[in-house]
């Protein structure tokens, strides 16, 4: 899984997310864990539309990279903060996996999942979105 940079402004309601190099891929949310939610679908979505358009998806580029670019440090010294978003594929083709999870968990997890009229499967998959996507 690729993990690229993006740049994260804006205030309490308003923020906003765009990736150096990605030029289009951005995002926005009222909260930074929203906006950087958001940020992966868009980052997934334009990965896909850049693929389908024949042109090829950049590598992410380093951290110290970034930092020296000039437009970068422009947007860090305006107060906007970098952040990690990765780039998780979805293929639309389920494959099996063998868990173990502790029993107590396991069976809180299967009392919320039926709680939110979703499978076991479908709740762990959203689990593993919501924690992939969540700024450390």
Do not use: H, Q
Request: proline residues 5%; aromatic residues 4%; contains cysteine.
């Amino acid at each position: 899984m690729s993990r690229y940079v993006a740049l994260i402004d804006g205030k309490a309601g308003a923020y906003g997310v765009v990736f150096p190099g990605l030029p289009g891929c951005t995002a926005m949310g009222t909260t930074m864990d929203e906006a950087l939610a958001n940020a992966a679908e868009a980052l997934r979505d334009w990965a896909e539309a850049t693929e389908e358009s024949g042109t090829k998806i950049p590598a992410p580029r380093p951290l110290e990279l970034l930092r020296r670019d000039a437009e970068v440090k422009r947007a860090l010294a305006e107060g906007a903060s970098l952040a990690t978003v990765p780039l998780v594929r979805e293929t639309g083709k389920p494959v099996k996996a063998n868990l173990s999870i502790d029993s107590g968990v396991l069976a809180a997890m299967d009392e919320e999942a039926r709680r939110r009229n979703l499978t076991r499967s479908a709740f762990v998959e959203m689990l593993a979105r919501t924690m992939l996507t969540r700024v450390a």
